[in-house]
């Protein structure tokens, strides 16, 4: 344990330097972004390619589109035909996937740096050469409805999320679920994709991210190259979209077979791209690790350990979104108490912050999970581009990312108590409770957990 917190110790020193990696932003003259860091460690290349489109731009009728057309990409143009694209990656030594989200969909190889020409290739021919073949879409899109009926309809902790979402937000582009509903998916047709690829698979609705031992001048020759010639697309952004005030808290009871009950509750929140005052973000990041940043944190401790009114539970938030997101809590209750007396302890805890500060010993606890847990995931190159696309995808500035660790740590006592008490209020909050029903025999419910985003 001892080496471990001096370990913590000697990286969070060395903050400032981790963060201040070489990192180059160029623009290719047709619009496409292309952003380099650095990272030597290792002889490996992670090579990104980001899409500004993902569920929150899709309408109703089409939910669903974005992630379908993700599978698609993996179908093959006239050059190199189905299956060609993931055969060459492995046959280089390297591994490729692709996900879905609200605010992006993107596609990622990691690779020997020798490799790197390799992705770019395959990247930019189906960027504009994609084909789509009717019987090909047929295929795919049965995949996606069997993936929504086993990630989603045949799960009832995420059946539950995705109808607690639905009902958090009404008219915000994040009401519809990454997957899309199952009608949707039905009448989904190869000629919506052809239109929707159309409209924003194009390099100035692009971001390439490089990420591992590279030279970035050589990176940005290759791209030129590679994705240098591709024509544009007319690109319109969508409109905003903002929720609608919420005037009262809303409750919702999902009734599916499953062997225990589940609850979820949501304070609608900005994000930082969102937030009236960028500090509040920062705020509610810590207010998060403060109720549940592992075994030491308020809810652990009272919860689960302390009350055992709980048999799990946690809060989340996402700094990184587009539009306005939800601060959430999820559990489940322990054998001998009910869901009503799990949410009174949640908002018991919640009141506790709003009333009394949190102590300064316990808030530099949190600061130092939350900031060391940001310096560890620099030991992935893949994270560190998932962060840089992030950021550039939803419309903040990669550099954020420097700003982090001394945003994180000038936040007061008195801020978090302040967003607590501003944002985790009823008028902003809706419960999701989950009531069990009976289970048919010889079927079990798939218990996977469902994030917001769509992995192929």
């Not at 770019?120 to 009717?134: C, G, H, I, S, T």
């Not at 544009?232 to 999902?254: A, D, H, L, M, Y």
């Amino acid at each position: 344990m001892m080496k471990r917190i001096l370990m913590a110790g000697l990286i969070l020193c060395c903050v400032p330097a981790a963060w201040a990696a070489q990192t180059q932003e160029y623009s290719l003259k047709n619009g496409m972004k292309v952003i380099v860091k650095e990272d030597h460690r290792a002889p490996v290349v992670v090579s990104q390619v980001w899409y500004k489109v993902g569920s929150g731009y899709e309408t109703n009728g089409t939910t669903g589109i974005s992630h379908v057309l993700e599978h698609m990409m993996f179908k093959g143009t006239k050059k190199h035909p189905a299956g060609e694209f993931s055969r060459i990656i492995s046959q280089n030594g390297g591994q490729e996937n692709a996900f879905t989200s609200r605010d992006y969909t993107a596609y990622f190889q990691t690779l020997e740096k020798s490799r790197l020409p390799v992705a770019f290739e395959l990247e930019a021919d189906r960027m504009r050469n994609l084909q789509l073949p009717e019987e090909e879409f047929i295929k795919e899109r049965k995949v996606v409805m069997e993936e929504r009926r086993m990630r989603t309809e045949d799960d009832p902790n995420s059946l539950t999320s995705e109808q607690f979402t639905a009902a958090v937000f009404v008219n915000s582009p994040y009401h519809h679920p990454v997957i899309g509903w199952m009608n949707d998916l039905e009448n989904l047709t190869a000629n919506d994709l052809r239109n929707w690829y159309a409209k924003w698979y194009a390099p100035n609705n692009a971001t390439l991210v490089v990420v591992g031992d590279v030279k970035p001048e050589e990176v940005l020759k290759l791209a030129e190259k590679y994705f240098g010639r591709l024509p544009t697309s007319e690109i319109t952004p969508p409109k905003p979209q903002r929720e609608i005030r919420q005037q009262g808290v809303r409750r919702i009871t999902v009734k599916a077979p499953a062997e225990l009950p589940y609850l979820i509750m949501g304070y609608q929140a900005p994000t930082l791209r969102t937030a009236a005052e960028d500090w509040e973000a920062y705020a509610l990041d810590v207010l998060a690790g403060v109720l549940d940043g592992g075994d030491s944190a308020r809810f652990a401790r009272n919860l689960i350990r302390g009350s055992q009114i709980a048999a799990g539970v946690g809060a989340g938030y996402n700094l990184y979104a587009r539009a306005d997101d939800v601060f959430t809590f999820a559990g489940t209750p322990a054998q001998g108490h009910g869901i009503g007396a799990l949410e009174q302890a949640i908002l018991g805890q919640i009141k506790r912050v709003q009333d009394e500060p949190v102590s300064q010993e316990e808030l530099d606890r949190i600061k130092t999970q939350v900031v060391s847990g940001a310096i560890y995931e620099l030991d992935s190159v893949f994270y560190q581009a998932m962060k840089i696309g992030i950021l550039e995808t939803i419309g903040l500035n990669w550099r954020v990312l420097d700003d982090y660790v001394a945003r994180v740590r000038a936040v007061t006592a008195e801020q978090v108590q302040a967003v607590a008490r501003k944002y985790l209020v009823e008028d902003r909050l809706t419960v999701a409770v989950l009531e069990p029903q009976p289970i048919d025999q010889g079927q079990a419910p798939r218990m996977m957990k469902n994030g917001g985003g769509h992995v192929r």
